[in-house]
């Protein structure tokens, strides 16, 4: 059985940070493009970073220069990491695996909440 564990997030004051890790079991995510998405209340999911096979990366606007997606093989996992965090970053933020050139993740991870309050 091949599943996406999600750890990390929390709550955080504006301007802090959180990194959220997610580790693929049971799959090898090095032959997967990995991406992170997140869905506020009573708003669509979007998303928010991708990181390909070949470590290429691409962003939000709403988060460019903030936040840092990277992957490291070795743990088999993904990663983002949130600086400078805003109120309107708040949201449950969910990891994904996809084979290059398909159309939509193959999985998904459970979500995390991330909320970012004063």
């Known amino acids: 059985q091949t599943r996406l564990v999600q750890s990390g997030g929390g709550s955080v004051q504006p301007g802090g940070s959180l990194r959220l890790s997610c580790v693929a079991e049971?799959?090898?995510?090095?032959?997967?493009?990995g991406a992170w998405y997140r869905q506020a209340p009573g708003k669509q999911r979007e998303l928010v970073a991708v990181?390909?096979?070949?470590?290429?990366?691409n962003y939000d606007d709403s988060v460019k220069g903030r936040f840092t997606i990277t992957r490291d093989n070795a743990d088999n996992a993904i990663y983002l990491q949130m600086n400078r965090l805003k109120p309107e970053d708040t949201a449950v933020y969910f990891c994904?695996?996809?084979?290059?050139?398909?159309?939509?993740?193959?999985?998904w991870g459970q979500g995390t909440q991330v909320t970012v309050s004063s």
């Open positions: 994904t695996r996809q084979l290059p050139g398909e159309k939509s993740p193959r999985a």
């Open positions: 049971g799959v090898m995510f090095d032959i997967h493009d």
């Open positions: 990181i390909t096979t070949d470590y290429k990366t």
